[in-house]
């Protein structure tokens, strides 16, 4: 559980996030906050059955912390400065360690651990490890054991390594620098000197998408080792080293380091050639130098023998500057050999598979250069101009397109969120329009950063009839919980609210999202909220908004998935699947065994993965066609959408009977559900020869559900 607690000038509020209640939150928009952040603590527990444990409090802005040990009633603080570690003698027991970190200024921030001393062997250690699909290289891991009060975990990528402290009930985030396979390691650790540790391995796959424009140097699966260079120049990706001028947004670029040797360079092999035979024939591209320098970019590889050609133009040395190739009016041809042409007038219209970048070509300047961003640019608009707007209720109901580009129509971002107004990076589907919104969470940023805007006037929800609110959005890089949160007035004064949350469930495309507030008639709204994977760390996840709409009627029903489950990760020899596409099943497994249900059965692809839908449902079996011995597991997973039911008892049926476990489902959003067995051996039941599966819904007959990755693992 962590808490973090802002004290303001003139208030003291309260963001609270616990693993078990959500308590109000605080929204800290338009107001300026410097206590420190980043608060936590670390914990050394001796091994000795003496229960002696060295807490290290830290945290940025911090001179001092307070700790609160928790094991007695009306404590008074201990006080240690920043850098200093403290002793605490406990008894067995749980208990509840307070660290309030205090700035020079007095302001605070506060972390909460739970703290459990147990000389007992630590048991049944379980290890999760989420490896989204849209970043392989970066995992997120928990760990639980019984008895256990803290873990170390060691990642497996480097010599002599050290270990990483993880608490129970927390979660870190690792990225592997290189693919490979690693074996991952975690120990359990205990008051008492015995431990217990599990490994499993971990794969980093090589990047395998090809390289081709536009090129942003921040997607993880594309293959950027077919960015070559030559005549001494170096090449790498970076964190952009200066947020300023046409590239503020903290992300990943191209360094681009010249040795001072005569035409060297950088060369992208692309895995799809730039075309230029229709009217697209502008290459776009953000490129920073300190100094006035030439920058020649050049198309060489023509596919069908397409002549090779370049455009030279000046970068200004003012930092950041976005540059603008036109080799519609600019090109000339290239030195092949002898002359053919060279420096002539050239309009290209073929194919290329090699794209060349020459910073002072046939100079001798040496230096650091950076790019990002290249992409190819029509002359034809791409999109559709936006006609109408509104952002204030006073002239009717809000539709917020994002028609005016400036700060007075443009989203405040705040807790070190970007919020800006940019072109459509993706002008197909259901949005074509020009303008849109555009949200970075940069790294890092507080876990209550978000973006929002006050209103000039009131939406009165105590008259209107329009309350479900429609949002079109675009995610780059992960699939996340979207908050809309509508608040009385802008902070301080921000209560009564509301909100409501809905899910992105693909990436690289437009959906719209609703949400449905329907059923609020009796409070005022001046300020709106929105929330991207509200309350989790930033790592510059990027997204896109447009066309916010309040409108009547009723929030529009999901009827169906759009993308398949999550892929699962664990290790094959560590699971017995029952349906996956990523594991083998049993050989004489049955989805539709005749029980004499009503419910039908139908095997869908969702994007190339298989999915089991049942429709109008009463109850419904899976035969596995032979006995598995579960206890030879600790947990049972599956994945379940349902557009609904939000809960769907789920059964194991051994010899000794059938038990059941309440699959919590959050609807129209694929939930990944991991059950431990001992929630149904608790109940008596032996799981020695598990042959069925049982869904039963009744009496909340006739509805969907869909399942995916049904497996027993440790």
Not at 229 to 254: H, I, K, Q, W
Not at 592 to 607: A, G, H, R
Not at 624 to 632: F, L, P, R
Request: hydrophobic content about 35%; charged content about 20%.
């Amino acid at each position: 559980m962590r808490i973090l607690q802002f004290l303001a000038v003139l208030a003291i509020s309260l963001l609270c996030f616990t693993a078990c209640d959500e308590e109000e939150i605080t929204n800290y928009a338009f107001q300026d906050i410097s206590a420190p952040v980043n608060v936590t603590a670390d914990f050394e527990v001796t091994q000795d059955d003496t229960g002696t444990v060295t807490i290290t409090p830290s945290g940025e802005g911090a001179s001092m912390f307070q700790v609160y040990f928790g094991d007695t009633e009306n404590e008074t603080a201990t006080e240690i400065s920043a850098g200093d570690s403290l002793t605490h003698v406990y008894a067995e027991g749980e208990y509840f360690v307070r660290v309030v970190a205090i700035s020079p200024s007095g302001l605070t921030s506060e972390f909460n651990q739970r703290l459990t001393i147990s000389f007992r062997k630590p048991e049944n250690l379980l290890i999760n490890i989420d490896q989204p699909a849209s970043n392989p290289a970066k995992i997120s891991l928990s760990a639980s054991a019984d008895y256990a009060t803290l873990f170390e975990v060691y990642f497996g990528d480097v010599d002599d390594e050290e270990p990483t402290q993880l608490m129970p009930n927390e979660a870190i985030e690792y990225t592997y620098e290189t693919p490979g396979v690693y074996l991952l390691r975690v120990v359990a650790k205990g008051a008492g000197a015995a431990t217990i540790e599990k490994s499993m391995i971990v794969t980093i796959p090589e990047p395998s998408d090809p390289l081709k424009l536009p090129i942003s140097f921040d997607n993880p699966l594309v293959n950027y080792a077919a960015i070559g260079t030559f005549n001494g120049a170096e090449f790498s990706l970076v964190t952009n080293p200066d947020l300023s001028g046409a590239n503020s947004e903290e992300s990943m670029v191209g360094e681009l380091t010249n040795s001072g040797s005569e035409w060297e360079g950088v060369a992208f092999a692309l895995g799809e050639p730039v075309d230029f035979s229709g009217d697209a024939k502008k290459i776009d591209m953000k490129m920073w130098s300190e100094v006035e320098i030439s920058v020649l970019l050049k198309f060489e590889g023509g596919v069908n023998d397409a002549r090779a050609n370049e455009v030279k133009i000046t970068h200004p040395g003012n930092g950041w500057e976005d540059l603008t190739f036109d080799f519609g009016t600019d090109a000339v041809k290239s030195f092949i050999d002898g002359s053919q042409g060279v420096g002539e007038p050239f309009v290209p219209t073929g194919q290329y598979e090699t794209m060349v970048v020459f910073v002072d070509g046939g100079g001798f300047t040496a230096g650091k250069f950076y790019f990002d961003n290249v992409m190819q640019k029509s002359e034809l608009p791409d999109c559709t101009a936006e006609t109408e707007e509104n952002i204030d209720p006073a002239n009717g109901a809000i539709n917020w397109t994002f028609k005016t580009d400036d700060l007075d129509h443009s989203f405040d971002g705040f807790g070190n969120v970007a919020a800006s107004i940019t072109r459509n990076p993706v002008t197909d589907g259901i949005n074509q329009s020009c303008n849109v919104g555009k949200i970075v969470k940069n790294d890092p940023c507080e876990v209550w950063a978000g973006i929002g805007k006050g209103l000039q006037t009131s939406m009165d929800f105590t008259s209107t009839d329009k309350k479900v609110f429609t949002l079109k959005v675009l995610a780059e890089n992960q699939v996340t919980d979207v908050t809309l949160r509508l608040e009385f007035e802008p902070h301080p004064n921000v209560d009564p609210a509301e909100e409501r949350v809905a899910q992105i469930t693909e990436v690289g495309v437009w959906q719209e999202l609703t949400f449905d507030f329907s059923d609020v008639d009796d409070k005022t709204f001046k300020s709106i909220i929105l929330y991207f994977e509200r309350g989790a760390a930033c790592d510059g996840d990027v997204y896109y908004i447009d066309d916010l709409k309040q409108t009547d009627g009723t929030a529009a029903v999901i009827a169906d998935p759009t993308a398949a489950a999550p892929t699962p990760t664990v290790g094959a020899g560590d699971v017995k699947s029952i349906f996956s596409d990523t594991y083998d099943d049993p050989a004489n497994v049955n989805y539709f065994p005749n029980w004499n249900q009503s419910t039908t059965y139908e095997m869908v692809d969702l994007n190339g993965n298989a999915a089991i839908k049942y429709s109008n449902a009463n109850y419904q079996g899976i035969d596995i066609g032979e006995n598995i011995d579960a206890s030879a597991f600790q947990t049972v997973h599956i994945d379940v959408w349902s557009g609904d039911y939000t809960s769907i008892p789920f059964f194991l049926i051994s010899s000794t009977g059938e038990k059941s476990v309440s699959l919590d489902v959050t609807p129209n959003q694929w939930n990944s559900i991991e059950i431990p067995l001992s929630e149904f051996t608790s109940q008596g039941l032996s799981i020695n020869d598990v042959f069925q599966f049982k869904f039963d819904v009744q009496p909340d007959n006739g509805g969907t559900f869909y399942i995916d990755n049904l497996y027993f693992h440790n």
